[in-house]
């Protein structure tokens, strides 16, 4: 079984390609297409998530071969990619992999990499204690105790949480652990080095997310000619809130 994808809009505008975070699929962007419906808006489900199996032939390498493949096979030759956390780190991948096809990117909470060896053994042990819960952990709670991290703000307390909640809980505890292994942050290196040659139109956070706020700063210093957004009232996932 393949990646399975989701489109909506015009099928013959430009293709804008969104990319979902971990424990996510597709579905999750299509309160946000509703406004870009003169585009053709596509999404997949990334491996291990919504209706699409975690296979090994999927690696972080061959993912972006495998998206492109599909994506050419449906008659489009290059797009705009949006994408949200861990989406937004394949994303990166994808356009240093395939430049001629990615023409731009939007970043919503991503993060270009970890760069210290002590963050990346920090970030080691915070993935220990992630796959602890989710062995532990029935789903449900899972999903709770994920929403209560930090960077998330005061998300279970939007009106629609519940909804998120369930959807977000139909996922394989086995899947996420090989999903974190394969895509997770400190598992790959960081794209920092590169940032600048990567054609990154923008990157959006919220105000509430202190973690992100910082890498969206240190965008902004770095790299002037990038369009960077804070959202006030907002957190980890502005297009949800």
């Known amino acids: 079984m393949g990646v399975r994808w989701q489109e909506w809009g015009n099928p013959t505008g430009h293709a804008l390609v969104f990319l979902h975070g971990f424990l996510g699929d597709g579905s999750d962007w299509t309160p946000v297409v509703s406004s870009f419906l003169e585009f053709r808006c596509l999404s997949p489900d990334l491996p291990g998530h919504g209706q699409t199996q975690f296979s090994e032939t999927m690696s972080w390498d061959q993912l972006p071969v495998q998206l492109t493949q599909d994506l050419k096979a449906k008659g489009i030759n290059h797009a705009v990619v949006i994408g949200y956390s861990m989406g937004g780190r394949i994303a990166l991948h994808w356009a240093e992999r ?144």
């Open 98 to 241: 395939n430049p001629e096809f990615v023409q731009g990117i939007i970043l919503e909470s991503a993060s270009p990499g970890i760069d210290t060896e002590i963050e990346r053994r920090a970030r080691r042990l915070f993935d220990l204690q992630v796959e602890k819960r989710l062995k532990t952990l029935p789903p449900g709670e899972f999903i709770d105790w994920w929403c209560e991290l930090p960077m998330f703000g005061d998300i279970k307390n939007h009106p629609n949480y519940p909804a998120l909640r369930e959807r977000r809980s139909r996922f394989s505890p086995d899947d996420m652990r090989r999903v974190m292994g394969e895509f997770g942050a400190a598992a790959r290196p960081s794209v920092w080095p590169v940032f600048g040659q990567l054609p990154i139109i923008g990157y959006v956070t919220g105000s509430l997310d202190i973690k992100y706020k910082i890498v969206a700063r240190r965008i902004q210093t770095e790299f002037p000619n990038i369009s960077v957004e804070i959202l006030e009232n907002a957190a980890h996932n502005c297009h949800f809130e």
